[in-house]
């Protein structure tokens, strides 16, 4: 079994070599500095967890017998852990392939908010372990049309980025009220912020902040992805930072639909 795992990662680096070559022999000009950059920082998020599995499933195969219980647990534990960094990237860069090929069609329905914030907030339960969670949901806000999965997703993302972006043992806060005909969702946290002029690139695809945030388990997707997936159900999304102290406030604006009598008369 570990032959086999050793042998397929090897190709899959491999393969992963042949598409930068090719594409090196076809770049044209300009904007293909941009495809470039692109491909280097997909090649790196795919062939880093690989390396990792490669090396240690190698490790296991190899000196085996002359490791403690303990050391091959540790080999164990970070094939798992890499392999899951990779299912976790392959699943984000075909999001991004549906978005963009406008394959992504909400299947909406009326869903509640705070329905919706309890399943995000139990599917991050892990990832939010060493923070302080306060919910702020106001009360009879409107039921909203929108896809469950999608609006779930986006709200997870949210939360495991302010997971990932403030120190440990901080509040990070959801809150969600009815502004006008729409109902606003925010998280916030209480980590260093995003610089003014990155208020909007954050939502590009593969962009990150600081050099540190590459080593950090992350895609540069989430954004670009929570966006999108947003958008795809007529609501905007938006960055910006705390005035009360530092921290980022990442808001999901969702239409509340027309009341029921209305539709009827539009009928
Ligand atoms: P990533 O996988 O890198 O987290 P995202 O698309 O989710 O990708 O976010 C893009 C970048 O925006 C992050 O790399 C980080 O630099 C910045 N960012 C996102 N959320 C926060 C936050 N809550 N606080 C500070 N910076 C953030």
Same mark, same amino acid.
């Given at each position: ?56 499933? =190698?490790?296991?195969?190899?000196? =085996? %017998? ?48 705070? &329905?919706?914030?309890? =399943? ?18 106001? %009360? ?11 609006? &779930?997703?986006?709200?997870? *993302? ?31 946290? &209480?980590? &260093?912020?995003?610089? %003014?002029?990155?208020?909007? #690139? ?9 050099? #540190?945030?590459?080593?950090?388990? !992350? #895609? ?7 966006? !999108? ?11 910006? *930072?705390?005035?009360?102290? =530092? ?10 639909? %027309? ?9």
């Amino acid at each position: 079994l570990l032959d086999a795992l050793v042998d397929q990662g090897a190709l899959a680096i491999e393969r992963v070599q042949l598409v930068e070559d090719m594409d090196r022999v076809k770049r044209s000009a300009e904007s293909d500095r941009l495809r470039q950059a692109l491909l280097t920082s997909i090649s790196h998020d795919l062939k880093t967890p690989l390396a990792a599995v490669l090396g240690a499933a =190698s490790t296991l195969r190899d000196l =085996s %017998p002359k490791l403690s219980d303990a050391e091959r647990a540790d080999l164990l534990g970070s094939i798992v852990e890499e392999a899951e960094r990779l299912n976790r990237f392959i699943a984000n860069l075909l999001d991004m392939t549906r978005l963009e090929a406008g394959a992504v069609v909400p299947n909406a329905a009326l869903h509640d908010v705070g &329905e919706v914030v309890g =399943s995000a907030l139990r599917r991050a339960a892990t990832i939010l372990a060493h923070h302080k969670v306060e919910l702020d949901i106001a %009360p009879e806000l409107p039921m909203l049309q929108i896809d469950a999965v999608l609006f &779930e997703q986006a709200i997870f *993302n949210l939360l495991d980025n302010a997971a990932k972006y403030a120190p440990d043992g901080t509040t990070i806060t959801v809150r969600a009220a009815r502004h006008g005909d729409a109902v606003l969702l925010q998280v916030l946290d &209480e980590g &260093e912020g995003i610089p %003014p002029e990155d208020l909007e #690139t954050v939502f590009d695809k593969f962009y990150r902040v600081r050099k #540190t945030d590459q080593v950090r388990a !992350g #895609t540069g997707l989430g954004l670009a992805i929570s966006r !999108g997936f947003i958008e795809a159900m007529q609501g905007t999304m938006a960055a910006a *930072n705390r005035s009360d102290r =530092s921290g980022a406030v990442l808001s999901i604006r969702l239409p509340v639909p %027309p009341p029921r009598a209305a539709l009827d008369t539009a009928a």
